[in-house]
């Protein structure tokens, strides 16, 4: 039985260098940063005060109502800005379609949690403080697809995901395993985070895990980079439209790429630490590499799940080492998370976009703050500047805590 095509017909981003795909592309193959110091919370006595916040963000420039903006976190009015722009880009009339066979899958680390946090200290303060009715429908970290499923009525599969920093290509890989089972016409698959509050950044900073560069928050987040001292915070939503070929092409609308391989496994080593072989990272591209039916000599571009941590990086250099062999040293990689910093759980999809873009463009965005070769990681990062070359086929990963690996390929529309 021929295998059921899925592609990409709508994008939406919402991230600390810009709202909306376009924005995000134009000003990260620029070179922008989107770090800076912490303003969403007081960070006095912590480590790390710097962050890559969305900036100058209003949820009500998407439609939403003060009463909705009022009964939702800061990580459900990511997720509903970048769907709105997703199935506008995508042209999709959700009118004129079965509410059954349209679904959502997204993805979180913790939910609300910064709501959570917040409400917890209010009754610390005064136990006789009312907590909110609405918190539980603010935190649960399946509100996100349920706000989305129910501003736009639908009625068809709603799945939520958390495999911490590898949630949000997993998000891609089950929504199109459910198309390819039949279960649905339509997914919008995507994925929300904002975790700026005193105990994430309390507890990160703990085990030095963040970049304390705080003098130098633009040049804070270095991926690859030999003098890289933890990752910087993100935030931020993305958010793209799944469809099956035979939907998409029935609509006649425009198609980003398609979704032609996809992998996940685990590595079964440690709570927060990857292999340091990289075995599992290995394992998992090649698997995606063989549902994808390509070969490594296929992929043109790599996008990295580099969050510029010292041990990260250094073992995802090897994992590509030892899948790709000497045709490494030939590859175009890079990661978008010194401009970024980590968008947690969301990273995955706006680095699938990325990848789309990057096919679509022809342009490869640049890993900036690269200065200073480290001897372990020594391939190709496209260094500081964005490197026009004809893009094919592209190769994501996301790597999370937990030893969660998940690679994700997609490549141009073929007939």
């Known amino acids: 039985m021929e295998k059921i095509r899925v592609v990409v017909t709508g994008m939406g981003a919402i991230t600390p260098v810009g709202h909306g795909a376009q924005a995000f592309w134009e000003n990260l193959i620029s070179g922008r940063s989107g770090v800076d110091r912490i303003t969403l919370f007081d960070c006095a006595g912590l480590p790390c005060k710097i962050g890559a916040e969305v900036k100058d963000f209003r949820v009500s420039d998407y439609g939403v109502s003060p009463k909705l903006e009022r009964e939702t976190?800061?990580?459900?009015?990511?997720?509903?800005?970048?769907a709105s722009q997703a199935i506008e880009e995508s042209g999709l009339k959700l009118d004129l379609v079965d509410p059954y066979r349209v679904g959502v899958v997204f993805g979180t680390t913790m939910g609300g949690l910064t709501t959570a946090t917040e409400s917890q200290t209010q009754l610390l303060c005064s136990p006789k403080n009312r907590v909110t009715p609405h918190l539980m429908p603010k935190m649960l970290p399946n509100l996100a697809a349920a706000q989305i499923a129910i501003r736009h009525g639908l009625k068809g599969p709603s799945l939520t995901i958390a495999t911490a920093c590898a949630t949000g290509t997993d998000v891609i890989g089950t929504g199109t395993n459910l198309l390819r089972s039949g279960t649905a016409d339509v997914i919008l698959a995507g994925a929300s985070d904002c975790l700026y509050c005193q105990l994430v950044f309390g507890s990160l900073s703990s085990a030095k895990a963040m970049s304390t560069r705080n003098e130098e928050p633009a040049r804070a987040s270095r991926p690859f980079d030999l003098?890289?001292?933890?990752?910087?915070?993100?935030?931020?939503?993305?958010?793209?439209?799944l469809e099956t070929l035979e939907h998409a092409q029935r609509r006649n609308c425009h198609i980003w790429g398609e979704v032609i391989g996809y992998a996940n496994c685990g590595d079964g080593f440690h709570t927060t630490a990857p292999r340091p072989d990289?075995?599992?990272q290995v394992y998992c591209m090649r698997q995606a590499l063989a549902s994808a039916g390509v070969s490594p000599a296929e992929i043109d571009y790599i996008n990295a799940h580099a969050t510029s941590t010292p041990q990260g990086d250094r073992v995802e250099t090897l994992a590509v080492k030892e899948v790709f062999g000497p045709r490494a040293y030939e590859l175009a990689i890079?990661?978008?998370?010194?401009?970024?910093g980590h968008m947690m759980a969301a990273a995955g999809i706006v680095e699938l976009i990325t990848s789309l873009k990057s096919i679509r463009e022809g342009i490869i965005p640049p890993?900036?703050?690269?200065e200073n070769q480290d001897p372990e990681c020594d391939l190709d990062y496209v260094p500081n500047q964005a490197r026009r070359i004809s893009v094919r086929t592209v190769l994501s990963n996301s790597f999370g805590f937990g030893g969660q690996n998940s690679s994700i390929v997609v490549r141009d529309m073929q007939e």
């Open 367 to 370: 890993t900036i703050n690269y």
């Open 227 to 241: 003098n890289r001292d933890g990752f910087v915070m993100g935030e931020g939503a993305g958010l793209v439209v």
């Open 278 to 280: 990289g075995k599992g």
């Open 73 to 82: 976190d800061r990580f459900i009015q990511f997720a509903l800005a970048a």
């Open 334 to 340: 890079s990661s978008i998370k010194g401009a970024t």
